[in-house]
């Protein structure tokens, strides 16, 4: 079991920056994909970066060259800064780590709010 505790949400102006953080309780080292999703009202959870155990990151088209991933071994954490924030980036972020095996592991997602 591992429980995941997002944290750096909040309110900013478009243009701002955010970086969220998932901090796991154990190691991330093993953990075969972790992934940032968000959710917006009104729509469904997608998929906004993905890091690979072999380092590959993906990104969604509506985030790429603005959002990036990251992690930290040595915290067990998962890292999303976010430049250049538009209101249409407003949702709940979540972050999800998924075992080689097919486990997988939600947080319980933190607000991002953009607006003028």
């Known amino acids: 079991q591992v429980q995941l505790v997002e944290s750096g949400g909040g309110l900013v102006q478009p243009g701002g920056s955010l970086r969220l953080s998932c901090a796991a309780s154990?190691?991330?080292?093993?953990?075969?994909?972790m992934g940032w999703y968000r959710q917006a009202p009104g729509k469904e959870r997608e998929l906004v970066a993905a890091?690979?155990?072999?380092?590959?990151?993906n990104y969604s088209d509506s985030v790429k060259g603005r959002f990036t991933a990251s992690t930290d071994n040595a915290k067990n954490t998962v890292y999303l800064q976010m430049n250049s924030l538009k209101p249409e980036d407003t949702a709940v972020y979540y972050c999800?780590?998924?075992?080689?095996?097919?486990?997988?592991?939600w947080g319980q997602g933190t607000q991002v709010t953009v607006t003028s």
């Open positions: 999800k780590l998924t075992s080689s095996s097919g486990l997988y592991y």
């Open positions: 154990r190691s991330i080292f093993s953990f075969y994909v």
């Open positions: 890091i690979t155990r072999a380092g590959t990151v």
